[in-house]
Structures are given as C-alpha cells and as structure tokens.
C-alpha cells in the first residue's frame, strides 16, 4: 500500500491545451534549467482540486516536448510548422539544436523558407506606393515632414526618384520605364546590327600605281569597312537617354554612394561613358595605330540587358537564384575543371602509347580543350583521339560528362 502511495505521490499530472499527460516527477528533472524541472505547486497554473497544471500550449508539440524528456530524443512533429515548433520549445526552454538528425533537414526548411521571403523583400517586388511618411523617412526628411516645413525640392526628390527608379510607382513611372526599356533594346539591336557586312559603308581610297608601260595611273582601293552614318546617330539619341536618365536618378536618389556602388549603375555608367570615349577616339585619334583595339571595349554596352532587371520581378527573382545557388554553382564548375583536367592529361598521354602519326594532342592545353567540349556533350569533332586506349579515355569523358 504505501509503495502505491509513493508511487502516486511520484506523479504528475499537466494539462496542456486540454490535453492530460502523465509522468513522473523524476521523468522531468532529467533535463534541468527548463520550465517543467521547476514546477511546484506554488505556480499559479497549479489546480490543487484536479491537482494537475494547466498550460495552455499547443498540445500536439508536447507531445514530443514530454517524449524528450523520457528517451532524450527530440523529433519534430510534420503537422505544425517550424516558427510555432521555435515559439513551443523556447516556451518548455528547450534548445532547438537538439532536434535529432532524421528531423532535422524537415525542420529547417521553413528558415529557408523565411530567408528567401527576406530577400524577396529586399527586392522590392510589391508594386504598393509607399506614404509620404513612408518616402520622407526613406529620404531623410522625417523631422521637416512632422513639422511641415519641407521645401520644394524635398517634395520633388521622392517624387523625381519613383518616376525613374520605381517603373510601378505609377502611370507616368510605367511609361518612362517602358521608353527606357524601348532604348535599351533599340541600342543593344543597333550595336549587332552595325557589325553586319549589310550594314557598313566600305572606305574607299584613290590608290596611284605604275603601269608596265612607265606610265602612271591610278585605281579604288578597299581598305576597310565602317558602320553606316544611321547607326551612329541611332546610339547618340539611345546615350543622350541614358545620360539624361543616369543624372537624373543620380540627383534624385536617397543615398548617393549605395547609388554608386550599385552593380547595375556601375555598368550603366560605364556603358554610357564608352560612347563618349569611343566617339572622341574616333574624332581626335583615329590615326593612332592602335586606335581600332580600344573599340573592343565598347562590348561593355551589351551589359546593359541588366538594366532591365529594375523593370521585371521576374529578372530580379532569376538573379537572387543565381546569387542564392553560388555554392553551389561553384562546386559544379570545381568538378568539372578537375574532370577536364584529369581526362586532358589521360588522352595526351594516351595518343602517345601507339604509334599516331596523326596525333591531333600535341600538348596537354590542347587537351582542355577537347575534354571540356566532350563533357558538355558538345563534341565538334575538331579533335578527336586516334588510338584504342585514347578512344576509351574518350569513352570514359563523355560518359563523366553526361
């Protein structure tokens, strides 16, 4: 009788959310330092008519809560999600490190889940107009807007910024971000279209020769091609827009270093800023020798496509993929430069076992080559190995490839 006593006496009982749950006193001390090794019946949630604690939690988590401490294994239950399993276990003062690994990659995603929300934020995808609270507070202005004393050129700032940095802020943002878009498209078409033979002017020189007979005479001479007069003036209308558009979110932004260190801004700039230096070199300096090399950098104005990201959701959410899978990316590209590499070396050493008097592997670089165009299952056949151990070395890179 009084081992049922004690035995009794050893118990306790908790009610949580209406749910009744029963253990020993011993079973909670397990885990010290945390809200059930401290119950006494001095707590208010005590019910010495019931004689059990009242706790209104959710019960479906205690579940697990009151199995950890009996088998010291914390699982996470599939029916809840992973904020409200946080809020439970910092509620029991547990530590959420100690959920077992079979749960654990479960229960983490929902801080996936939340970070992608974070940056999605960050990227202001929502087309809602912000207040005037709301801008001048973005702006610096809240002191001047509380006390109604903001200047004129306070209330045009926002205004200026949303029209060319905001395309959903409103109608007049949507058009000249749709006349943006127009002239990004306009140049980037004009800058390929200038490179077709179609599309340029040969320069023609009067060349004077001696003929067989002593007799001087003179000829035409095609010495080189330019891009028709049309392309150029073209580009100086679609820059004088970028021009117009880089001062004017320049002046109007709220932060102008974030606006010069800015990613898209810096290739805007320096797009921009290659016409004029392309068309100086052009006017002052075309005599140079190597006055033509310095055009090659004007390949900088295809970045330009960027820019569209500040007019697409859609674009900005495909970057922060990009960004996101880094680690990823990186370690794909770490294995196949260490894959072409490896079969690089095997094939070049491979084509010179047997005699291979048409030995296209002359050296190891040439070797890269052919074994990063076979691992992308590219294959332009340029290359190819003549030898049996050089074909199954073959045979092994376009299988690791695909």
Same mark, same amino acid.
């Given at each position: 009788?009084?081992?049922?006593?004690?035995?009794?006496?050893?118990?306790?009982?908790?009610?949580?959310?209406?749910?009744?749950?029963?253990?020993?006193?011993?079973?909670?001390?397990?885990?010290?330092?945390?809200?059930?090794?401290?119950?006494?019946?001095?707590?208010?949630?005590?019910?010495?008519?019931?004689?059990?604690?009242?706790?209104?939690?959710?019960?479906?988590?205690?579940?697990?809560?009151?199995?950890?401490?009996?088998?010291?294994?914390?699982?996470?239950?599939?029916?809840?999600?992973?904020?409200?399993?946080?809020?439970?276990?910092?509620?029991?003062?547990?530590?959420?490190?100690?959920?077992?690994? $079979?749960?654990?990659?479960?229960?983490?995603?929902?801080?996936?889940?939340?970070?992608?929300?974070?940056?999605?934020?960050?990227?202001?995808?929502?087309?809602?107009?912000?207040?005037?609270?709301?801008?001048?507070?973005?702006?610096?202005?809240?002191?001047?807007?509380?006390?109604?004393?903001?200047?004129?050129?306070?209330?045009?700032?926002?205004?200026?910024?949303?029209?060319?940095?905001?395309?959903?802020?409103?109608?007049?943002?949507?058009?000249?971000?749709?006349?943006?878009?127009?002239?990004?498209?306009?140049?980037?078409?004009?800058?390929?279209?200038?490179?077709?033979?179609?599309?340029?002017?040969?320069?023609?020189?009067?060349?004077?020769?001696?003929?067989?007979?002593?007799?001087?005479?003179?000829?035409?001479?095609?010495?080189?091609?330019?891009?028709?007069?049309?392309?150029?003036?073209?580009? $100086?209308?679609?820059?004088?827009?970028?021009?117009?558009?880089? @001062?004017?979110?320049?002046?109007?932004?709220?932060?102008?270093?974030?606006?010069?260190?800015?990613?898209?801004?810096?290739?805007?700039?320096?797009?921009?800023?290659?016409?004029?230096?392309?068309?100086?070199?052009?006017?002052?300096?075309?005599?140079?020798?190597?006055?033509?090399?310095?055009?090659?950098?004007?390949?900088?104005?295809?970045?330009?496509?960027?820019?569209?990201?500040?007019?697409?959701?859609?674009?900005?959410?495909?970057?922060?993929?990009?960004?996101?899978?880094?680690?990823?990316?990186?370690?794909?590209?770490?294995?196949?430069? @260490?894959?072409?590499?490896?079969?690089?070396?095997?094939?070049?050493?491979?084509?010179?076992?047997?005699?291979?008097?048409?030995?296209?592997?002359?050296?190891?670089?040439?070797? @890269?080559?052919?074994?990063?165009?076979?691992?992308?299952?590219?294959?332009?056949?340029?290359?190819?190995?003549?030898?049996?151990?050089?074909?199954?070395?073959?045979?092994?890179?376009?299988?690791?490839?695909?």
């Amino acid at each position: 009788m009084n081992l049922i006593n004690m035995d009794a006496e050893n118990r306790v009982v908790l009610n949580v959310g209406g749910i009744r749950h029963e253990t020993y006193k011993a079973t909670l001390k397990k885990i010290p330092a945390t809200r059930l090794s401290r119950l006494t019946e001095a707590l208010a949630n005590y019910d010495p008519i019931l004689n059990e604690y009242f706790f209104d939690r959710h019960p479906g988590v205690f579940a697990q809560v009151l199995n950890y401490y009996r088998t010291g294994k914390l699982h996470y239950p599939t029916d809840v999600c992973g904020p409200l399993f946080e809020e439970e276990l910092e509620f029991w003062g547990l530590d959420a490190n100690q959920v077992e690994p $079979c749960c654990w990659m479960t229960y983490t995603q929902h801080r996936d889940t939340q970070e992608t929300l974070a940056v999605l934020d960050r990227l202001d995808l929502d087309t809602d107009k912000p207040s005037d609270e709301e801008m001048a507070r973005k702006f610096g202005f809240e002191e001047d807007y509380f006390s109604g004393t903001m200047s004129w050129w306070q209330k045009m700032k926002p205004q200026l910024w949303s029209l060319f940095d905001e395309p959903y802020s409103s109608n007049t943002a949507k058009m000249i971000g749709i006349i943006s878009v127009f002239f990004i498209c306009v140049s980037i078409l004009s800058f390929c279209l200038k490179t077709h033979p179609d599309m340029r002017v040969p320069v023609i020189r009067n060349i004077t020769v001696n003929t067989s007979q002593h007799t001087a005479s003179w000829t035409l001479d095609k010495t080189s091609t330019n891009a028709h007069d049309a392309f150029f003036y073209i580009e $100086c209308v679609c820059n004088a827009w970028f021009t117009f558009e880089i @001062l004017m979110r320049f002046v109007a932004s709220p932060n102008k270093c974030d606006f010069i260190k800015a990613s898209v801004n810096i290739i805007d700039y320096i797009a921009t800023l290659s016409f004029y230096i392309d068309y100086f070199l052009q006017r002052f300096a075309s005599h140079l020798e190597n006055a033509d090399i310095l055009e090659f950098f004007s390949i900088i104005r295809i970045m330009r496509l960027f820019k569209l990201t500040r007019h697409s959701s859609g674009l900005k959410i495909l970057m922060q993929t990009f960004r996101a899978s880094a680690k990823e990316l990186t370690l794909l590209v770490f294995f196949l430069v @260490l894959g072409i590499v490896i079969f690089a070396s095997l094939v070049y050493y491979a084509e010179r076992i047997q005699a291979n008097p048409h030995n296209d592997f002359n050296s190891i670089p040439l070797g @890269l080559w052919w074994a990063l165009v076979t691992m992308t299952t590219v294959g332009y056949g340029d290359m190819a190995p003549k030898t049996y151990v050089g074909m199954f070395v073959g045979a092994l890179c376009a299988i690791a490839g695909v």
